[in-house]
C-alpha cells in the first residue's frame, strides 16, 4: 500500500497560480500512472490530470493549458502546476495512485478574491 500526502493549497486570487506537491511512501513510486482529482462544496469528485509512469499525460478539458502536471520518481513526488486560476477552480484536490483507492488526504484550493 501507497501512502501519499499533498501539500501546496491555499488561497490565491483570480489569475494567480499554486503549485500541489504529493509525496509517496511505502512502495516503488515510478512504475505507477498517478493523478490528481479534485472535489468542489456538492459536487463529484472529477478527475483533473493523469501522468503515466512513462510520462504521457491527460487532462481535464476544463484545466487544459493552464495546469501542468509532472513527475519526479527519484523523489517519488508528482507535481500539479496551477497557472491562471479561476473562482471555479475552488475545491479539495486529492492525489491518488491511478487504479487504487490509495488517497491522499487532500488539500483546499480557493481562489477568490
Known amino acids: 500500500q501507497v501512502q501519499l500526502v499533498e501539500s501546496g493549497g491555499g488561497l490565491v486570487q483570480p489569475g494567480g497560480s499554486l503549485r500541489l506537491s504529493c509525496a509517496a511512501s511505502?512502495?516503488?513510486?515510478?512504475?505507477?500512472?498517478m493523478a490528481w482529482y479534485r472535489q468542489a462544496p456538492e459536487k463529484q469528485r472529477e478527475l483533473v490530470a493523469r501522468i503515466a509512469s512513462y510520462g504521457t499525460t491527460n487532462y481535464a478539458e476544463s484545466v487544459k493549458g493552464r495546469f501542468t502536471i509532472s513527475r519526479d520518481n527519484a523523489k517519488k513526488t508528482v507535481y500539479l502546476q496551477m497557472n491562471s486560476l479561476k473562482p471555479e477552480d475552488t475545491a479539495v484536490y486529492y492525489c491518488?495512485?491511478?487504479?487504487?483507492?490509495?488517497w491522499g488526504q487532500g488539500t483546499q484550493v480557493t481562489v477568490s478574491s
Open positions: 491518488n495512485r491511478w487504479g487504487t483507492e490509495d
Open positions: 511505502g512502495s516503488v513510486f515510478s512504475i505507477y500512472a
